[in-house]
């Protein structure tokens, strides 16, 4: 169940700031332990590594591929820039990100090892050895220095680190003065029809799918429910901009089933 894509709307960030991290305890709809939630995150991507790509492919019928396509545009990176993808998984960013600037020095970094070993693998296919480099770590405690980076990206990924507010105080972080930040993620859409359509779609097929394909059910119920718990467009962009980014925007792909939240470290 996919919409066309749609450029959607741009807001300004205003409201007073909420609890910090508010997602640390939930993983899906399970209340946890936050240090019991990344080792859950951490399992599910473990389990799914091998399956992941053709995952994609069926649960959006191939639209994941043009939301990142549109995604990596909008990052317009220059050679010689330095660009970090958190939760690069198996590659699909930075191999984008690699296809339209060459010459860029792009290193992937994410939480699971059996996800980056799936990525190395498709980047020893593709020929793509320089200028290349994968990390495992943590969106919370990225092992990059302070101000190194010109782009910083990070795709379907913020929903799942337990400290989204510590993710982005990272991402600041590690951004040299002057540097972008990209998010692309689910999000909540926009038209109420399309939602109860996609609702439906999403609670019977994808965990049914997970079952199937994956071989794993629970994987994809989690998958599920973390979309719904997500923060909306419009509070996602505050966070961002109390982690300190500014001249903050989103814009909507698929009415809202997933936007793209950008900003900048001044
Ligand atoms: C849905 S996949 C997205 C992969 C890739 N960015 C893409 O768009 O296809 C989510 C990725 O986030 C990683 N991840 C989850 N929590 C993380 C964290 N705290 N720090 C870094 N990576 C994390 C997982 O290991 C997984 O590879």
């Known amino acids: ?3 066309p894509m749609i450029e959607g709307d741009k807001k300004t960030a205003d409201a007073e700031p909420g609890p910090r991290n ?6 899906g709809d399970r209340a946890v332990e936050p240090r019991a939630k990344t ?3 951490h399992g599910v991507f473990d389990r799914v590594a091998r399956r992941y790509d053709l995952m994609n492919d069926l649960m959006s019928a191939g639209t994941h591929r043009l939301w990142k396509t549109s995604f990596v545009a909008q990052v317009k990176l220059r050679a010689n820039e330095r660009s970090l993808d958190v939760a690069g998984g198996t590659g699909d960013i930075a191999f984008r990100l690699k296809d339209r600037t060459p010459a860029a020095d792009i290193t992937i970094c994410d939480l699971t090892e059996a996800m980056v070993r799936v990525g190395r693998d498709r980047a020893f296919d593709r020929g793509l050895v ?14 990059i220095a302070d101000r190194s980076i010109d782009a ?12 989204v507010d510590d993710a982005l105080a990272e991402a600041r972080r590690v951004l040299k003065p002057g540097g972008r930040f990209f998010c692309l993620e689910f999000s909540q859409v926009a038209l109420p029809m399309l ?6 779609y999403s609670f019977a097929v994808i965990p049914r799918l997970g079952e199937i394909v994956a071989r794993d ?9 973390s979309i719904r718990r997500f923060p909306d467009q419009t509070e996602l962009e505050q966070r961002m901009n109390q982690a300190g980014f500014r001249h903050t925007r989103w814009r909507n792909l698929s009415a809202g089933i997933a936007a793209i939240h950008s900003g900048w470290r001044i």
């Open 1 to 3: 169940m996919v919409a």
């Open 22 to 27: 508010p997602e640390a305890g939930w993983f």
């Open 39 to 41: 080792e859950m995150v």
């Open 130 to 143: 320089h200028g290349l480099n994968v990390v495992v770590g943590n969106a919370e405690a990225l092992p």
């Open 152 to 163: 910083y990206t990070i795709a379907f990924g913020l929903r799942n680190v337990t400290r």
């Open 195 to 200: 939602r109860r359509a996609y609702d439906a």
């Open 217 to 225: 059910r629970d994987s994809y119920q989690y998958l599920v429910e």
